[in-house]
């Protein structure tokens, strides 16, 4: 049976040979020959947006490699350029953004996809509305199945091939049903980045406030402090990381506090149920729920509840999610089971351990997350691979030898040593196999083999990693 990893690897091939040319970003005649200018002609580009338009001039202007100037001009807009589908549904503003090349919304992609364009929202109207537009969708999502990590654009829309045999079957308009924590945890940091950056409290109405409801609850289900809860999972598949074991309910577990989890963000099964860096994000998404809630609603309760959650999902993580050494001083795991057996790794995606300080869980400077660092960026994690092109973290989803450019971005981004962030810069620029994107994953020893040429999470990632360093690095885009 194909799923998703086949379908991806299929097309991967398909879009690399041109098969699918008609599908991804026209290379635009008049660019240079060396550096192609790939981004679709203005009139076929789905979103265009003044202010981010302005932000590209300004930042490319900074780079001095013309290559990676190339490839920031390529990435930066790739999601509103060829993934944002906007209009009117029951009223509202109405925004679904697909993650490339599978016609589908993540809740966790849609939310990263837009993110390095919120503090340009203040600035620009068409902004504002699409991002209006995403919080109303993802809120009507959540309340159609908080459960589900995927969506379809309309109930009537196809299915998604690989899902058509899950059980239990789906409700119309849901894509994917795998739980993962990070799936309610990304609307809830979009939500509040853009109340942050435009103070608008337009999007936040008695939809938007039923579905944050469903989230707490949800996070409650599963703390499995008074049974399973009512998630189950089964797919038909030969890969252990498609499927979850014992009927459906994952690994066995002590119930801690902590919120359990089918799923990782890569969409790959858990090992144990406990994710660390999942409940770590939740824990900060709750307070950042709470904050707005009080403020925007004056709903003090409902405030409250969700900061009594974070306490104890971060008192439990922090009191069982932890690996000593014979020193003393420990690394954060990856998941554990709450029974005493815990994982170290880490996958990719985010969250991450890599990428605990990005999402604010703790300082760069922190010790516990620096040690972590730098274990996870090492042979003690499986899924680090060193080769001749690169180096960097991949995960199960693809495979050995497989590195996340993604892994490499998210490194430079929550790194303080400029040394380290030159080297990522010259991995991403020499690993794009003359596309002028990144991508999904792509060979340690050999970049033209590569997964998925239509990934925008990683390529507006990338943007927000030159953004980030033209406002406070810009030496290092000048050399």
């Known amino acids: ?140 999502c959540i309340r159609l199945d908080p459960y589900a990590n995927a969506f379809l654009r309309d109930a009537d829309a196809k299915p998604l091939s690989w899902a058509v045999h899950d059980t239990p079957a789906l409700k119309h308009g849901v894509g994917e049903r795998k739980w993962e924590i990070d799936s309610l945890c990304y609307p809830i ?73 089918a799923f990782r963000p890569s969409d790959d099964a858990c090992v144990y149920p406990l994710n660390v860096p999942g409940n770590l994000f939740a824990a900060v998404a709750l307070r950042q729920l709470a904050m707005m809630s009080r403020s925007l609603h004056r709903d003090t309760a409902f405030a409250d509840d969700c900061e009594a959650m974070a306490k104890q999902v971060e008192t439990a993580t922090h009191r069982d999610g932890r690996i000593g050494d014979a020193h003393g001083h420990g ?14 790794m880490d996958d990719a995606n985010v969250p991450s351990l890599l990428g605990l300080s990005y999402l604010g869980v703790c300082r760069r400077d922190d010790p516990l997350y620096r040690r972590t660092r730098a274990k996870v960026w090492s042979a003690a994690n499986p899924y680090f691979f060193h080769g001749r092109a690169a180096e960097g973290i991949g995960g199960p989803h693809e495979g050995p030898r497989m590195i996340w450019p993604m892994a490499i971005v998210m490194r430079a981004l929550t790194s303080e040593d400029d040394a380290e962030i030159r080297q990522c810069l010259r991995w991403l620029r020499d690993t794009d196999a003359g596309t002028g ?18 990934f925008a999470w990683a390529n507006t990632l990338f943007g927000e990693l030159i953004v980030e360093l033209h406002r406070h690095r810009p030496q290092l885009l000048r050399t």
Request: charged residues 25%; contains cysteine.
């Open 437 to 454: 994107f990144m991508h999904e994953a792509f060979d340690q020893d050999d970049p033209k083999h590569f997964t998925r040429a239509w």
């Open 331 to 344: 690394t954060w795991a990856y998941e554990i089971d709450g029974r005493g057996h815990q994982l170290f």
């Open 189 to 261: 940091r979009l939500a509040h980045g853009y109340w942050r950056a435009t103070g608008d409290a337009t999007p936040f109405d008695d939809d938007w406030r039923a579905a944050m409801h469903q989230v707490l609850d949800t996070f409650r289900q599963q703390q499995r402090l008074h049974g399973p809860g009512p998630y189950r999972y089964h797919r038909p598949s030969d890969r252990a990381s498609e499927s979850v074991p014992r009927d459906g309910l994952g690994a066995p577990t002590r119930p801690n506090g902590m919120i359990h989890a």
């Open 1 to 140: 049976m194909t799923d998703r990893r086949d379908f991806l690897r299929l097309l991967g091939t398909a879009t690399a040979s041109g098969l699918f040319a008609g599908s991804l970003p026209r290379v635009a005649r008049a660019a240079a020959a060396s550096y192609p200018n790939r981004r679709p002609p203005p009139s076929a580009r789905r979103f265009r947006s003044a202010a981010v338009e302005r932000t590209l001039k300004r930042v490319k202007a900074g780079i001095g490699d013309p290559k990676l100037a190339a490839l920031f001009e390529n990435c930066y807009p790739n999601t509103l350029d060829t993934t944002v589908f906007t209009g009117t549904l029951d009223g509202k503003p109405d925004t679904f953004v697909i993650t490339g090349d599978i016609d589908a919304m993540w809740l966790r992609d849609s939310s990263a996809q837009v993110h390095p364009y919120l503090s340009l929202a203040r600035e620009d109207a068409d902004l504002r509305r699409l991002f209006r537009g995403l919080i109303h969708r993802q809120a009507r």
